[in-house]
């Protein structure tokens, strides 16, 4: 039997970690080169994992729910054929259950790492793994409940991998807990193996740790007293403790994944590139009567036509008519980058957090091929399909806020990109039209830009061409 492991890949240039969010395989299912074994969630994505070569699932390392390091083993194969050791064999005997790889420290970082393909794994580095600590079966865990000596010997039972990994394993592996759990408890002086998890699959979290740091209460000095007196228990009080237990006021999700980075990205750039917003509220009801007259031709037939692909095609050409807004600060080498391109980001939400995936060289897209690319990208984002890939090099954002009925907001510039436009809601209403006031299609648009690299004169005029062209569509032809 030949085992070969599969360790999590670099699947985003500059991740360090991914969470796995599901199994396809289990231990004894046969896979072949390509096949998906698992799904990742990263800073940026989702993303599935194939398997680089043939063989039987040996092992899983992890359960689902798990953030792994990129470099640790996540799963072992078997690819030499002949039987696998006994990883199935009876909990309650100490015969050589296979047990999973210990986790590597936080401080353990992985030397000379590069960049590689999805599902190949990544450089083979020269650190060995630590030998394991065992953990006592008594620490931790509670103790077995008497069996009746005439009751029979349960029979054997087979344990999966994630199984194994609930917390303290028979095979004394590693508790389970994420890095910043192990950094907090090193911080705080807590020893992993005398605490009690309570996380799903058996890990161990914050307030798990917390609590094992927190002093244990003083003992109650009690008044001697000629007899104890046992005083019956209030009959209400069953009841008021599920009251309480059942009164939940608060729900605790980790920041993880899609929403930490997105977060991180925010904040950064909110405090580094200053930003101004300008408005602009204008009637766009030509270009509304022009998305019904697309939807209706033949060049545009079996093609989604809305209000936001005329938007974005507008975009396109305002920044053709002003270049400089395509552009981006290099802090480091203190330049000012200019873009001869646009890969324009469309901002999505999705279940995992915003994500702002782009579409390459849209500046050089016809409407037919801007209608196909946007339907491509929405779909792929609801999904929770978008690649990482998919996300970086972007050069501008659009944000349409109006979907939700929002008349407009102040939106805060992707990381790397010198501005952002906000889409508002389209509302029938009144508006100046011929000297008359008529019942009008009226939207606002809101422009946020990098005052480094965008003065006030660029981004008004880079707005007002949006406006205009919106105002008058037959601006499409004679601009572009």
């Known amino acids: 039997m030949t085992i070969r492991e599969f360790k999590m890949p670099d699947v985003g240039e500059g991740l360090t970690e991914a969470e796995i969010l599901k199994w396809y395989v289990q231990p004894g299912d046969t896979v072949t080169d390509g096949q998906v074994v698992c799904e990742v969630e990263t800073a940026k994505a989702a993303v599935e994992l194939p398997s680089p070569f043939d063989g039987t699932v040996h092992e899983l390392l992890f359960p689902e729910g798990t953030t792994v390091d990129v470099g640790q083993v996540i799963i072992s194969v078997n690819v030499g054929g002949g039987d696998a050791p006994a990883a199935e064999a009876p909990v309650a005997q100490a015969a050589p259950v296979a047990t999973p790889a210990a986790p590597a420290d936080e401080d353990d970082e992985p030397k000379g790492r590069q960049p590689v393909l999805v599902g190949y794994g990544v450089t083979a580095g020269s650190t ?21 000596a005439t009751a029979p010997a349960p029979a054997p039972v087979a344990v999966s991998v994630p199984e194994q990994l609930n917390g303290h394993t028979a095979g004394g592996a590693r508790p389970l807990a994420k890095p910043p759990v192990r950094k907090l408890a090193k911080d705080l002086g807590v020893d992993l193996a005398t605490v009690t998890p309570t996380g799903p699959d058996g890990i161990i979290t914050r307030e798990d740790v917390h609590a094992a740091a927190a002093p244990a209460p003083a003992p109650a000095v009690e008044a001697p007293a000629p ?9 209400v009080a069953p009841a008021v403790a599920t009251a309480v237990a059942s009164d939940v006021r608060e729900t605790r999700v980790p920041i993880k994944g899609v929403r930490k980075a997105t977060a991180a990205a925010m904040v950064g750039s909110a405090f580094t590139a200053p930003h101004v917003t300008e408005f602009v509220t204008f009637d766009i009801t030509r270009t509304m009567k022009l998305v019904e007259e697309l939807k ?23 920044a053709k008519r002003n270049p400089e807004i395509n552009a981006a600060w290099d802090e480091a080498a203190q330049e000012i980058v ?24 849209a500046h050089a897209q016809t409407l037919p091929e ?35 009925g929002v008349d407009t907001g102040t939106p805060i510039l992707n990381p790397g990109e010198s501005a952002i436009l906000a889409v508002g809601a389209i ?3 009144p508006w100046v039209h011929k000297g008359k006031v008529k019942p009008r299609q009226v939207t606002t648009l809101a422009l946020s830009f990098d005052h480094r690299l965008v003065d006030g004169e660029l981004g008004s005029k ?3 061409d949006i406006a205009a062209i919106l105002e008058q569509p037959k601006r499409l032809i004679t601009w572009a």
């Open 462 to 464: 880079f707005l007002a």
């Open 128 to 148: 060995k793994r630590r030998a394991r600590k065992a953990v006592p079966d008594a620490v931790g865990a509670p103790a077995p409940a008497a069996v009746p």
């Open 296 to 318: 209706s031709g033949k060049d545009m037939a079996g093609l989604r036509v809305n209000p936001l692909l005329l938007i974005a095609k507008a975009v396109l050409v305002a």
């Open 427 to 429: 509302k029938l209403q």
């Open 370 to 404: 801007l209608s196909k690319s946007l339907s491509e990208l929405v779909a792929t984002a609801r999904e929770g399909k978008t690649t990482p890939a998919a996300m970086q090099g972007g050069t501008f954002t659009i944000t349409n806020v109006g979907v939700f």
């Open 227 to 235: 007899a104890p007196v046992v005083a019956p228990a209030p009959v």
């Open 338 to 361: 200019l873009k001869h391109y646009v890969n324009l980001g469309i901002a999505a939400a999705t279940p995992r957090g915003l994500i702002v995936p782009n579409i390459k060289d």
